[in-house]
């Protein structure tokens, strides 16, 4: 039967499979699965299946998302249904979509009901909610991780391929790895917060759980865009995801600074996880992450308490023992800072923002961490609330407030087949190159889906030409992947299509007083010059003239032909500029150079 986005939309297409079928389906799974505590708003059954009918009878089959059923956490809203942020006395029922629930409905994806979660998407547990804990997938008696708890044991228990989680601390990714699905955490302001309840409204981001990083960024293609309604939505490239980036620098913790708490099963998966990466064509370097783990501290120790205090003020006021014991503690913690406190905060944070940025400019592309350090018992946590649950957040807390975006995907079985996943990180932007690397790697680990037992899909190859609203850019030198110019090409939403070469009429010169060093390649007669290594990439139209801007002499951009004998835009060099420079042409490419020059030292 069909399980994933791609699946179900192909059999819906085919017509061996029925919207309404496909919505009958997931509810006798709610029922066959029978967790009390998964939804707190489970739609009327007849309601959805008139719904997938309606749409049957559009015979609009071509709708991104046709007849796929999917689940809301309960502090997003859907019209008609109450929005509880698992608070019933803050409850309320909206009387429209929040923006990205309403670009899923227009694309043919049916809402199925609310999903369960930590009361106020205050904290990474999945326990703290009056509706009841929901069940992780692979042993009850283990936490689900949250907040977005539900949301994330929907996808795994198969019950919908989708869901929409929030994400301010760690919410989208945490129960990710705890049930072996992925989590896509987007850059701030590309999915519009428009109705939300919002934890920090500053930080919130609506994330998407899926069993495949495919559906995940099918159903982002939908959600995603700016918003007018949302004063933190952003104009942000989405771009595509595109082939596997080689040579991408992914940094990691110096063994120092891997944090565990003892768990020798998360210890040996990330390793693993580590290995898996450097096969896959992957550069592992070593950092110091301790500016990450500075910053992840600030989160709950500065203004971004009062900020969480702020939805829940009336009834901290009113009726405070209405809100969760926990949570109520945590957010009272929220109303003692002052305007100096925050701004105190506020300087630091701007401090530790340079530090990201030139270790993301000039050390890394990426970051590859584990998604969480350990996994908790409910009873473990029931018995120390604050102290596990800041513990699950030891390498999530810190990138919401960084602006990164992250890519939660599984990784590995431990010892006891418990789930263990790693997330890849990146600068603001980047979501596209995140799922090029994501969607490999997770294709590779040959899991299963979820708590499924079933196989993962064959991953389908990506068209290596650009999109209609693309341009594709030939790069030969420091643009190249993993060298210190290719950021320029991530943050605007390029991604690579294919690694390939020139034909045979190019020659290559190392350039004199560039910094970074960088080659010129120069178009010659036939026969007199050789192939060179090149990357083809795709960038947004919309972000090509910022790209060419940034070009000085003798550099330029012309039309450089390829292997294939096709052309397209590249990097070329004017003949004067080569007065002077090597010829490194026999070569065959300027990694080959940097790694020859390397050796000579």
Partial sequence: MAETVLDI???????????????????????????????????????????????????????????????????????????????????????????AVARLRAAGAIVIGKTNLDQFATGLVGVRSPYGVPRNTFDPELVPGGSSS???????????????????????????????????KPSLGLISTHGLVPACRTLDCISIFALTVDDAWAALGVASG???????????????????????????????QRLFFGDKDYE????????????????????????????????????????????????????PDAIHPVTREITVGGLRPTAMDAFAAFYKL????????????????????????????????????????????????FVNLLDLCGLALPASLTSKSLPFGITLLAPGGQDARLASIGRVFHADT??????????QPTLQALPAVAAEDEIAVAVV?????????????????????????????????????????????????????????????????????????RIGTPLSIGTVTLADGHGV???????????GARDITKNGGWRAYLAQAKVAE
């Fill in 150 to 184: 539900g949301s994330a044991t929907s996808v795994a228990a198969g019950i919908v391929p989708f869901s929409l989680g929030t994400d301010t601390a760690g919410s989208g990714r945490v129960p990710a790895g705890f049930n072996n699905i992925v989590g896509l």
């Fill in 9 to 99: 939309l192909a059999a819906h297409r085919a017509g061996t499979l029925t919207p309404s079928e496909t919505v009958a389906r997931t509810y006798a799974r709610i029922r066959a699965h029978a967790d009390p505590a998964l939804f707190i708003t489970l739609r009327d059954e007849a309601e959805a299946i008139a719904e997938a009918r309606t749409l049957e009878k559009s015979g609009n089959k071509d709708l991104p998302l046709y007849g796929v059923p999917f689940a809301v956490k309960d502090n997003i809203d859907v019209a008609g249904l109450p929005t509880t942020a698992a608070c019933p006395a803050f409850g309320f029922k909206p009387a429209h979509d929040a923006t």
């Fill in 477 to 549: 030198g420091a643009h190249l992947s993993g060298l210190p110019l290719n950021h320029e090409l991530t943050s605007l939403g390029g991604r690579l299509l294919e690694a390939t070469e020139t034909a045979p009429d190019y020659r290559l010169y190392a350039l004199n007083g560039t910094a970074p060093a960088k080659p010129g390649l120069l178009r010659v007669s036939a026969g007199e010059g050789a192939a060179i290594e090149v990357e083809v990439w795709a960038l947004p139209r919309a972000a090509f003239g910022t790209f060419i801007d």
């Fill in 569 to 579: 835009k590249g990097f070329l060099c004017e003949a004067a500029g080569i007065s």
């Fill in 226 to 256: 700016y918003d007018a309604a949302d004063s933190y939505s952003r104009t942000r490239p989405l771009g595509h995801p595109g082939a596997m980036p080689p040579h991408v620098k992914l940094g990691v913790p110096i063994p120092g």
């Fill in 446 to 455: 040959r899991l299963p889906l979820g708590a499924l037992k079933e196989a």
């Fill in 350 to 397: 701007e401090r530790l923002r340079r530090v990201s940025d030139y270790i993301f400019a000039h050390q890394v592309g990426a970051l590859a961490l584990p998604t969480a350090p350990t996994h908790y018992s409910v009873k473990q946590v029931l018995a120390d609330p604050i102290t596990l649950n800041s513990r699950l957040g030891t390498y999530t807390n």
């Fill in 268 to 319: 040996a998966g990330y390793e693993a996880a580590l290995a898996r990466l450097a096969k896959l064509g992957c550069d592992i370097v070593e950092i110091d992450v301790e500016p990450f783990y500075e910053t992840a501290r600030l989160l709950y120790e500065g203004p971004w308490v009062a900020e969480r205090a702020i939805a829940a003020q009336k009834l901290l006021a009113s009726d």
